[in-house]
């Protein structure tokens, strides 16, 4: 934490604004990768900070009639034991947004981390719960594991990653969270004029390949390998399509969710937000020939990777539909520009025929923004024994798991992984299971 001078600090009542700097008192994590603080009675979300620290934070954002601002700590008066240098040179205050947490120790990043789940469950859902955030293995440093990386460009051509909240460009010459194999390919001294972006992907199976965005004429499709104790294969997956990133993710979640549901041969399960079939097909190799599995996706290069992937097993099928869409459900109202509420265009509400009217097992992965109300209620509907909800924000998970509890299910179970070292997302797991009909 430096400036390039000693700063003025604000230390008077009144609004503070964009670029004011103030000394503060630093309390807890907050979902997000900040904490927070408070100045004169207005929240601050601090980064770059820690529980307890003390610290001159940087105003970066303010805005008339917000009660709450946003900083950087620029430099640290009374540190936490906790407190480590980075070991990347671009992450601090106005560099690289990627990485939330390279300033604390590995360990108390996931006391962090779990602090966040307990805290989104407690106050979204009523529940207090005794979890804690797994280490995840191939990577102890915290470093090196990150096998799917895009990597903007800048108006020079240069390769690098994007400030926190911002569209600027922040020219690298490495990035330590990506898997080794991401950097030798040379993506980083390379000129990349004219292309908005470029996508680098180191599978598990073969060699590392590069596309830049939108100069490739086709996308190149990679095999990634799941190794697990309970379920082993192989996947087609596109360069661009979605994958979990650290190399020992997949395999952990697979076994994880197979653990907790437990399927039974000749039971009926449904694989929402199904992506490239990975949990699909870990569930048809478990009901067998005797049982069904129905995945439901809406990109359409997943669900025709979907159908290949899952090629083996006759009792699976793939439908290609947005999953409040084949519910028949109305889609969830989105912000405008102005920042009001827009409804969805008006359409016709119809159930897609080929989801069961049932089902024994039902797998929930969930985009960052939950299933919502009228999923869940959809999902209970089914009547399954059990439900495994995947979930990559636990502000999300807690809410959906308020709204399976209105429904009947209780959570059972619960796992969090530290799928992102030096990031703040993790990845949870939940079990939940049928308590009243």
Known sequence: MSGSSEPTVHAGPGDLSAGDEVELEVGPVAHGGFCVAR??????????????????ARVTEAREGQRFVRADAV??????PHRVQPPCPYAGPGLCGGCDFQHADLAYQ???????????????????????????????????WRTRVEFAVDGAGRAGLRQHRSHDVVPVDTCLIADRRVLATGVLEQDWSGEQSVDVVAPSVGEPVVVPV?????????????????????????????????????????????????????????DLYAGVGLFARALAEQVGPTGRVVAVESDPRATDEAERNLAAHPSTLVVRARVDDAFGVPRPTRKGASGNRRAARGRKLR?????????????????????????????????????????????????????????????????????????????????????RT
């Open 39 to 56: 100045h004169e009675g207005r929240v601050v979300f601090l980064r770059h900070a820690l529980p307890g620290e003390r610290v001159v």
């Open 75 to 80: 430099r640290v008066t009374a540190a936490s």
């Open 110 to 144: 996931r006391e962090l981390k779990t602090a966040v789940v307990r805290e989104q469950l407690s106050r979204l859902a009523g529940l207090e719960v005794d979890v804690e955030v797994e280490e995840l293995p191939g990577a102890p440093d915290g470093l090196g």
């Open 214 to 270: 939108p100069g490739a004429d086709a996308v190149p499709v990679v095999t990634e390998a799941v190794r697990g104790d309970r379920f082993s294969g192989e996947f087609e997956v596109s360069a661009r399509g979605f994958w979990q990133v650290h190399p020992a993710a997949a395999t952990t979640f697979v076994d994880t969710v197979l653990g907790m549901l437990a399927p039974r041969a000749g039971e009926t399960a449904l």
């Open 351 to 435: 159930r897609h025929p080929m989801l069961p009217p049932t089902a024994d097992l039902v797998v929930l992965d969930p985009p960052r923004t939950g299933a919502g109300r009228d999923v869940v209620g959809q999902v209970a509907a089914l009547g399954a024994r059990a439900v495994a909800y995947v979930a990559c924000d636990p502000a999300a998970l807690a809410r959906d798991t308020a709204y399976l509890a209105e429904h009947g299910y209780a959570l059972q179970g619960l796992r969090a992984f530290d799928a992102f070292p030096m990031t703040h997302h993790l990845e949870c797991i939940a079990l939940f299971e049928r308590t």
